[in-house]
């Protein structure tokens, strides 16, 4: 075949493509979907139009069972021409996929819940249904600093559904083991600041030889990290939106948390694997793998220890406050949260909203929720509810959702959410690790992460 | 009754009936290799061209780009991730490809040496690891190796009385026990393109050899090494490219922790595209990566063609 030809054989080839291309589906904007500026729901004022149809919602399975378990069948009761689709992701992967599918222009369901983490960079990319004027209401029951990773130029393009008020999750029998007091207040008391942890945990060790709580070196997720970061109002930016991964409070907090590996009272298991959870459920004479004492955590860890990490330990547990940074400082911090969003291409966003009212604004059903999963409410009305004050068996008969409800109330305004939080949380990985495997200092660690994350994302530095 | 009309018929030039003649000829072969060439102009050739726009742009995936002119090639270089996974891909090369190509050649010669009973059976079970699903096999590899609870360790501690592997703890075991794990999974494949070097190289050779008085082992070194070079340099190249890509083994086994230390450039280019939505300069990352490949394939080619002469 001689070259010419070929070259003309290549130019049709390119051509149909193109042609083939662009009779795909458009990348922006289809007929049916509702433009930014106007939802298609009419506000409050006017009466809703009843929803039907197809929903399909992408959410992860626990998220999913806590509603089916729940108040979903009251939904489908009141709307029973609402047929409900569910696909179950990881939070992170409903973000990728949502993401990907906002780019192609085709694919996104009806709702999404996601980890507001993840759900930031998708607000600033766009394609999300403008839910301002919904949401107006509703606005000064919502938790600010959930709703502000929910706004953008004005606008509020999510609907925040859980937050993560910190507390101390500890082991009475271990206590108990070590001669000391197991007893909410006693322990809240003994653990007064981080330095008074440390002093708890030599003890624990001297009398038990267990580790106090696992904070692993070489694959640290940094999660202790960024809850003493919360406390102190603190996070990788600051009001103006600098960079302040190298802060002196930052260093600080680094150098704080190398305390524990130098007193040699913390284990190395790595978070989220089968000795981490064989720690917290193991009993006090177990060699294998030995019990931990702690760990200083968001509320929704209650749900995981209930549910499939430790569920036969009823009554063992007991929840204190988390250590202050100072003493006298803020002993609540906040961790993670998640939201409901509905994309811009939603077939159906007057049944997706209808749900997020249902769900989230009703402040009983998501108390309900909360009771069952201990995914903690966003909406302030919710700690209201009569289920905030009951007791949890659990916990020893422990009132833990009254006590999550003033850790939230008091939790100061943190620095995590960003466009560029997976970037800034990359490069402060890095550090950590580096910083704890002794091959830098915390103050070269966090400028070399601070400096990177500036190269890659252009924000300036404070 | 109409009479017939008379046109001047055009004279077709010499090169528009061949052509038109040629692609009458093959008009069923165009059409059968057509869908090929379709969806590689669709998914391959107008990406590629458009990502080289792209990369001088600043572009999240949605709405315009924005010219930037050669910036993001200017922050490649200033890049420290990005050039400390590309370090990593030449660990993993230099770790796990000379371990790989003498293990997979070696059992070629045994299989194919006629003396290995059930032959069939030992090939068979040497290539599935190469079609187990890789998210399965890391995951399961990663609570092998687990530093507290770990079979392996176990077995190092309990049976053999030795201290424990941090195997996914430190950087240096960290990159071992992904080349254990590349091993187990690629030794099959490579083996499969050593058996049908051998049966390129005739018996008579080797035969020749030893009734001269070479031993088994200098007829391999001597003889079955330098025939089986053409395999040797195809599967050295493949296994580094493949070391500079690897993906799904990296995000399972260690997710490339620690402190970076198992990151790959795919991996990088990948977050940088889809963490913070990027496009512009992980398709910046992707063109000074495609360079580093080539230059590297270069090398070898260019260095074995020389041992050659």
Redesign the interface.
């Known amino acids: ?1 001689s070259s ?2 070929l070259s ?3 130019a049709i ?2 051509l ?3 042609l ?2 662009a009779c795909g589906s458009p ?2 904007e289809p007929a049916t979907q509702a433009p930014a500026t106007e939802p298609p729901v009419p506000p409050t004022a006017t009466p809703e139009p009843i929803p039907t149809g197809h929903l399909l919602i992408w959410v992860q399975k626990i998220n999913m069972e806590a509603w089916q378990n729940t108040v979903l069948p009251a939904f489908q009761e009141m709307y029973p021409d609402v047929e409900i689709e569910f696909v179950n992701n990881s939070p992170q992967q409903v973000a ?1 996929d949502v ?1 990907l599918c ?2 192609g222009g085709t694919g996104c369901p009806d709702l999404f819940v996601t980890g507001t983490e993840y759900g930031t ?1 998708l607000v ?4 999300l249904t403008d839910l301002t004027d919904l949401v107006q209401p509703y606005i000064a029951d919502l938790h600010p600093g959930m709703l502000a990773a929910c706004t953008k130029d004005g606008r509020i393009y999510c609907v925040p559904w859980d937050i993560g008020p910190m507390g101390t999750f500890y082991r009475r029998d271990v206590f108990e083991a070590a001669g000391l007091a197991s007893d909410p207040d006693s322990v809240s008391a003994m653990i007064a600041t981080w330095d008074d942890l440390l002093t708890t945990c030599q003890t624990i060790k001297a009398e038990t030889g267990l580790n106090c709580f696992a904070l ?4 640290n997720e940094g999660y202790l990290y960024e809850y003493m970061l919360s406390q102190q109002g603190l996070g990788y930016f600051n009001a103006d939106g600098e960079l302040t991964i190298d802060s002196p409070e930052n260093v600080a907090t680094l150098e704080k948390l190398a305390m524990f590996w130098e007193a040699g009272v913390v ?4 978070v989220w ?3 981490w959870y ?1 720690e917290f459920a193991n009993p006090v004479d177990n060699t ?2 030995p019990p931990v004492a702690l760990i200083t955590i968001p509320v929704w860890m209650g749900g995981f220890l209930k549910g499939w990490i430790a569920p036969a330990a009823v009554g063992n547990w007991g929840v204190a406050q988390m250590p202050a940074f100072v003493e006298g400082g803020a002993r609540a911090g906040s961790g993670g949260g998640s939201s409901y969003y509905i994309p811009e291409t939603s077939t159906n966003p007057t049944a997706a909203w209808a749900l997020i009212k249902f769900l989230n604004l009703d402040p009983a059903n998501n108390a309900a929720i909360y009771a069952y999963a201990d995914i903690f409410p966003a909406v302030f009305s919710a700690y209201a509810e009569p289920v905030f004050e009951e007791a949890d068996p659990y916990f020893g008969g422990q009132q833990t959702r009254a006590f999550f409800a003033e850790v939230a109330s008091n939790s100061p305004a943190d620095h995590f959410l960003h ?2 939080g ?2 800034m949380r ?2 402060v990985l ?1 550090a950590i ?2 910083f704890a ?1 002794g ?1 830098v200092t915390a103050q070269e660690a966090l400028t ?1 992460a601070e400096d ?1 994350t500036a ?3 252009g924000m300036t530095q404070h | 009754m109409s009479l017939p009309r008379t046109e001047v018929p055009k004279k077709p030039t010499v090169l528009t009936s061949s052509l038109r003649k040629r692609i009458r000829q093959g008009r069923w072969a165009y059409l059968f290799i057509s869908p090929f060439y379709i969806s590689f102009a669709i998914f391959g050739l107008i990406p590629l061209v458009l990502s080289v726009w792209m990369s001088l742009t600043r572009w999240k995936g949605v709405g315009p780009m924005e010219y930037e002119g050669f910036q993001n090639f200017a922050l490649v270089f200033k890049d420290k991730l990005f050039w400390k996974s590309i370090l990593n891909g030449v660990y993993m090369a230099v770790l796990h490809i000379p371990i790989l190509l003498s293990l997979s050649l070696i059992l070629a010669v045994i299989l194919s040496s006629g003396r290995v009973k059930g032959f069939r059976i030992f090939r068979t079970i040497i290539f599935l690891p190469f079609i187990t699903n890789m998210a399965a096999a890391g995951f399961t590899f990663a609570i092998l190796f687990n530093q507290t609870s770990g079979l392996v360790n176990v077995f190092l501690t309990d049976y053999l009385h030795l201290a424990g592997v941090p195997w996914l703890e430190n950087e240096w075991w960290a990159r071992i026990s992904l080349t254990i794990l590349l091993i187990w999974a690629w030794l099959g494949y490579d083996m499969v393109y050593m058996l049908a070097g051998l049966q390129t190289i005739p018996h008579e050779l080797t035969e020749a050899a030893m009734i001269d008085g070479a031993t088994p082992a200098q007829a391999f070194f001597y003889i079955t090494v330098p025939l089986m070079r053409p395999v040797l340099i195809f599967l050295t190249i493949t296994s580094t490219m493949g070391s500079f890509n690897l993906f799904t083994e990296v995000f399972a086994l260690t997710g490339t922790g620690p402190a970076a230390a198992t990151l790959t450039p795919v991996i990088r280019i990948f977050n940088v595209a889809f963490d913070s939505f990027q496009f512009g300069y992980a398709a910046a990352l992707g063109y000074v990566f495609f360079v580093i490949i080539f230059v590297i394939s270069l090398v070898q080619l260019r260095f074995n063609r020389e041992r050659e002469s």
């Open positions: 075949m010419k030809l003309k054989m290549l080839l390119v149909t493509s193109i083939l291309a990348a922006t990728d993401g906002i780019q960079k600033d990319l766009g394609g692993n070196k070489a694959n284990s190395d298991t790595q694997t089968d000795p064989a294998d793998v466009p560029y997976a970037v990359t490069n890095i690790q580096k495997l091959q070399e990177a190269l890659e994302t």
